[in-house]
């Protein structure tokens, strides 16, 4: 499968990090996220229940790394890959979370996680 939505650099602030400071205080995250599933439905029809919506898909993420509370960026990357395969017209998704300031002592522009997921393991 070919066909994915993509979403680039969306950005929410969250609580994230194992560092004590890190759970006091908010910090933003920027996440992509790569959609894998069938278009050609959408691309047919002209009709958004065809397709996975990314407005929806966008405020889902948004609503994970804000209304949570984590420790790593791979725990917020696992809960928005899961609940993007909650559609189960999605075949796969690639979720990148990046900690846009990262707490440590050198030069580092951002940290980052990337995983895919596909439905059934």
Known sequence: MSD????RG?????ICGAL??????????????DVHLDLAPAGGSDRLDQTV?????????????T????????RIAE?????VLD?????AVEVVVRKVRPP???ELTTSAVRILRRRGG
């Not at 004590?20 to 996220?33: C, K, T, V, Y």
């Not at 919506?53 to 790394?65: E, K, N, P, S």
């Not at 809960?79 to 609940?83: G, L, Q, R, S, T």
């Not at 559609?87 to 075949?91: F, L, N, S, T």
């Open 4 to 7: 994915r939505i993509e979403l």
């Open 10 to 14: 969306l950005r929410a602030v969250g």
């Open 20 to 33: 004590p400071e890190e759970q006091e205080r908010a910090q933003p995250f920027e996440i992509d996220l």
């Open 53 to 65: 919506d990314y407005g929806a898909l966008g405020q889902t993420a948004v609503d994970i790394v």
């Open 67 to 74: 209304e949570g509370r984590f420790v790593l960026i791979e």
């Open 79 to 83: 809960v928005i890959a899961a609940a």
């Open 87 to 91: 559609d189960e017209r999605v075949d």
């Open 104 to 106: 440590v002592p050198f």
